[in-house]
T-cell receptor, first 114, second 115 residues
Framework: GNSVTQMEGPVTLSEEAFLTINCTYT??????LFWYVQYPGEGLQLLLK?????DKGSNKGFEATYRKETTSFHLEKGSVQVSDSAVYFC???FGRGSARQLTFGSGTQLTVLP | DAGVTQSPTHLIKTRGQQVTLRCSPK?????VSWYQQALGQGPQFIFQ???????QRGNFPDRFSGHQFPNYSSELNVNALLLGDSALYLC??????????????FGEGSRLTVL
């Protein structure tokens, strides 16, 4: 079946440090890939997505590139802020639009210290 | 514009009881999906409702059932509760499933504790 493996946390960084959260997937075919973020006390929010190989998703300074050859979708940010502290989930899906079922990784807790 | 709202936010039940969780989708959305998020895990898809019918279902037993009302709101029912059903239950809404660019909007969840 489909699965997503994320870098285990928690991850603690100082403000302005570089962030990488690794994500690899196992799937039959070519899924769409997503990063969701869950801030404390809030619901999951879509951070970025990529729907085909070599696509780069980006938002709020975060980037991730869909790498078919390594089945990866690593999340990066050049300079993190305290406000980026949250839990980050990598996910995949098949299907069109909102008919998709999302398969999530286990999440990575990020804490950014001032 | 209200987003996805869920109730109750927290509840405690005992084994064998039944529970009903409620979800109101974001304005303009007609599709509701439910996910279960165990502590320290990612959300797992339970099922999706559109046009008052269950359209897709994940790997959950029949103890988990749902309903969608004409106003697009939805309920998740869990019968014969087990300790392992303790989790955060997330509702996500979206527009018509066939829209190519549909995005899921999640509520803050209902945290269920089974004792």
């Amino acid at each position: 079946g489909n699965s997503v493996t994320q870098m285990e946390g928690p991850v603690t960084l100082s403000e302005e440090a570089f962030l990488t959260i690794n994500c690899t997937y196992t799937a039959t075919g070519y899924p769409s890939l997503f990063w969701y973020v869950q801030y404390p006390g809030e619901g999951l929010q879509l951070l970025l997505k990529a729907t085909k190989a070599d696509d780069k998703g980006s938002n709020k300074g975060f980037e991730a590139t869909y790498r078919k050859e390594t089945t990866s979708f690593h999340l990066e940010k050049g300079s993190v802020q305290v406000s980026d502290s949250a839990v980050y989930f990598c996910a995949l899906s098949f299907g069109r639009g909102s008919a998709r079922q999302l398969t999530f990784g286990s999440g990575t807790q990020l804490t950014v210290l001032p | 514009d209200a987003g996805v709202t869920q109730s109750p936010t927290h509840l405690i039940k005992t084994r064998g009881q039944q529970v009903t969780l409620r979800c109101s989708p974001k304005s303009g959305h007609d599709t509701v999906s439910w996910y279960q998020q165990a502590l320290g895990q990612g959300p797992q898809f339970i099922f999706q409702y559109y046009e008052e019918e269950e359209r897709q279902r994940g790997n959950f037993p029949d103890r988990f059932s749902g309903h969608q009302f004409p106003n697009y709101s939805s309920e998740l029912n869990v019968n014969a509760l087990l300790l392992g059903d303790s989790a955060l239950y997330l509702c996500a809404s979206s527009r018509t499933p066939t829209r190519r660019t549909g995005e899921l909007f999640f509520g803050e969840g209902s945290r269920l504790t089974v004792l």
